[in-house]
């Protein structure tokens, strides 16, 4: 025969309450798992950008660049300032003043960006020009006026250019500069 | 004389009457007439009271062979898992043992096309035990029969040799028998026979099972108030419902 171990009470079954607790202590669990695991990719995240972080801070620093930007109005206030501070005011005095039979003046440009000033004229012969150009730069230690381009018109229709023979009665234009 | 019990305060109970033990009282049992197993616990309980016993203590229950009857269920074609064969014995039980009523089991090691044993209690006893050992704060540690207990016993000293064993309670006869570790016969017989019923009973048993009288027990509770000396004896072992073992002549 064998022994028995009999036990005839009710197989035990665990009360509604200790359900219910269970079931709130399976959803504070899961509650705290999924904030811990949240958590724990934040983490990771704020990790991964100290590591970032610190690659930079370890990289050299680039070689400051300077940037020159050119505003629009630079050219504008540059030829402003050529013009207030320049003294094309005594030159075009000059022009005014100096008067040679056989040379007369027909256009004039002035360019403050250039700091000179064109002048074209109507010439009788070269040695009229040539004085008219000495008494432009009468006084002045270092001569600011030059001869650019003389056209001589010959009565034969050709142009005749610096150095060249001129005709009587031609009408002859050149190129002045006077810089300052 | 051996002992059969357990450690928390205990409750005897059959249809004739009660056997209370108090674990921190004294060590003598108190035996109560009743007129029914519930009347026998409902008078324990006010024992238990009476005796300013806290709440919350431990309680085993031992039930006679009348209350709680064993039955063996053969080996049924067709089933194939223990809740089956559970199933089975439940719809058997109260037929086969003639407990009135629905009846619960306990079910021992069931094996595929093997004899088992099961345990039978009626369902209105074992709920009126359980339902007001809650109203009383009582924890149960075990319900048994006491026969279990005497067939422990019994094997402790025979080992697992086939063997017949006859349990006399107040109440009730029982009667096991079985092979080498195996339980293959088992009845109660409620009332008890009177004893010329008993030993003619268990003379045509032995020789139905072809079992010599030298492996047969006779298992008997002492209900009696022991002899000094066996008392200090219980109280050592803290065992209460001894039983007497004695070879069938």
Known sequence: ???????????????????ALIGILFAIAVTVGSFAYRKFLEVDLRKAELADLHRQWNQPLPAPTTV?????????????????????????????????????????????GERWIRVEVEFADYARL???????????????????????NSQSGKPAVLGSATGAGATSTATLRGTW | MLWAGSEASQIYLSQTRAGVWLKSGTDQVHWL??????????????????????????????????????????????LRKR????????????????LPGPCEIWLDHWVLDKPCIAVAIAQELREAIESSAREEKLHLTAIRPWWGAALNAAVKIQGAAPGLLAVEEADALTVLSGGADVLSGAAT??????????????????????????ISCRATLIDAPLPTADAESTARRADVFP???????
């Open chain 1, 68 to 112: 020159i930007q050119k505003m629009p109005y630079d050219s504008s206030a540059r030829e402003m300032l050529a013009l207030a501070t320049s003294d094309w005011p005594s030159m075009l005095t000059a022009i005014e003043s100096v008067g040679v039979v056989g040379v007369t003046p027909t256009a004039l440009e002035i360019i403050p």
């Open chain 2, 83 to 98: 809740s089956e064969a559970f199933q089975v014995a439940m719809g058997l039980a109260s037929e086969t043992t003639g």
């Open chain 1, 1 to 19: 025969m064998k022994a028995l171990a009999v036990d005839l009470r009710s197989p035990y079954r665990a009360p509604l309450w200790a359900w």
């Open chain 2, 189 to 214: 017989y409620s009332p008890r026979p009177d004893p010329a019923q008993t030993s003619g009973l268990l003379t045509r048993a032995l020789m139905a099972s072809s079992m010599k009288p030298a």
């Open chain 2, 243 to 249: 039983v007497r073992l004695e070879e069938i002549a």
């Open chain 1, 130 to 152: 040539l004085e008219y150009i000495d008494s432009l730069n009468a006084g002045d230690p270092r001569p600011r006026w030059g001869l650019v381009q003389a056209q001589a």
């Open chain 2, 33 to 78: 007439p009743a007129t029914s197993a519930q009347d026998g616990w409902r008078q324990g309980i006010e024992l238990l009271r009476h005796g300013g016993k806290p709440k919350r203590q431990r309680l085993t229950v031992w039930l006679s062979g009348a209350l709680a009857r064993p039955v063996v269920l053969e080996s049924v074609q067709g």
